[in-house]
């Protein structure tokens, strides 16, 4: 809304620039009568420009043959002004020439007007120029708004996406095991994140959690879902099952704004080198080692979703520097250049293909080449877990 419309003033303002003040004072009577239109005549043409922009009118009127400055170049220097250049311009001409109002409007003027014209004719094209305008700033002034509002949102994205990372465990390097795992947020932040703990000295619990949606909601479900699992009771932790049993009963949809998620959650036991796992929806886990690439499923239904959730255990034994690697759909739901998606087992076929090097940074260059850049659609989360 314009500050005139917000005040209560006239929301129609006229700026008449023309050096004969007959026509001034003719202008003045012909729109005397309306009180939502406030008048300024200008004599001086050569204050046209700085008048203008103190005035802010919403339409200007301006006469064309005038001493000293041409008005066709006033129309020219309206329109490589910032404040001028979408204000109306009516040109008041004393002929009807079909040259002079082809110039007019090749400069940027709105309209064209044989003066003195008709009191209804002028009042009426005044008001449809001044609707326009207003209508136009108060768009302006919404989309800059909402861009502002953007801008701030971004941020605090940006603060919960810090926040996130930071509750992140970090990588490890120890005799039994180590751990690398790389983190890209999206632009709208959705709800990944991902763990990894020992229970005790012989057993290593390692999960990852993908909240539906984006935004700091999800970001703060999947926080809130990370610190329960975290503070559950070491008999809980040990069993895959029992904890996505917990997280179901104690995330329900129907409490936090229909919004559920996926998991999967796995406990190594470094003794019989065994690996314990139950998931709820979530991409399978992978593991990779000389014999291939053995992939492990999720059983049951998303986290949330229904009373029972179903979960049950799967069990597996590595060899010695097989890696095990988690996941969230953003590292493989990607947009590709033509309109297709990229999907689950291109990728694991990718995670098969040997390679020298690190098999994170070989799948990492390939979505990010996929993807046109870093810029993820959805939060990309990878966890790679050497068991030696």
Known sequence: MTDNARSGAPVVSVLLVDDQAIIGEAVRRMLA?????????LADPTKAVE??????????LQDLVMPGVDGLELVTRYRATDELEEVPIIVLSSKEEATTKADAFARGANDYLVKLP????????IRHHSRGYVALLERNEAFQRLAES????????????????????????????????????????????????????????????????????????SVAALSLLRSMPKEEMLDPKTVLDRLNVNFPMTRHNGMFFTMWYGV????????????????????????????????????????????????????????????????????LADG????????????????????????????????GGDQFADDYSMVEIELR
């Open 340 to 371: 297709s998606y990229w999907s689950l087992e291109p990728f694991v076929e990718a995670m098969g293909q040997a390679g020298a090097g690190s098999r994170m940074e070989r799948i990492q260059a390939l979505t990010r080449r996929l993807n």
């Open 268 to 335: 190594y036991d470094r003794r019989d080198r065994s690996l314990v796992w139950s998931g709820a929806a979530h991409p399978p886990s992978i593991v990779i080692g000389p014999s291939g690439l053995r992939r492990l499923e999720s059983q049951a239904m998303m986290i949330g979703v229904i009373p029972e959730l179903g979960a049950t255990n799967d069990r597996i034994t590595v060899g010695v520097g097989e890696k095990l690697y988690l996941y969230s759909d953003g590292v493989f739901e990607l947009k």
């Open 33 to 41: 009568s309306q009180t939502d239109i406030a008048y300024r005549f």
């Open 51 to 60: 008048t203008a922009i103190a005035l802010k009118p919403t339409v200007i």
């Open 118 to 125: 008709d009191p209804i004719e002028l009042i009426a094209r």
């Open 150 to 221: 953007e801008a701030h949102m971004g941020a605090e994205l940006q603060k919960a996406a810090k926040y996130v990372e930071s509750l992140l465990d970090p990588p490890m390097d120890r005799p039994e095991l180590c751990t690398e795992w790389t983190f890209i947020p999206s632009a709208s932040l959705g709800g990944d994140c991902f763990g990894y703990h020992w229970i005790d000295a012989d057993r290593f619990a390692c999960y990852i959690i993908d909240v539906c949606g984006h935004g700091v909601g999800p970001a703060l479900l």
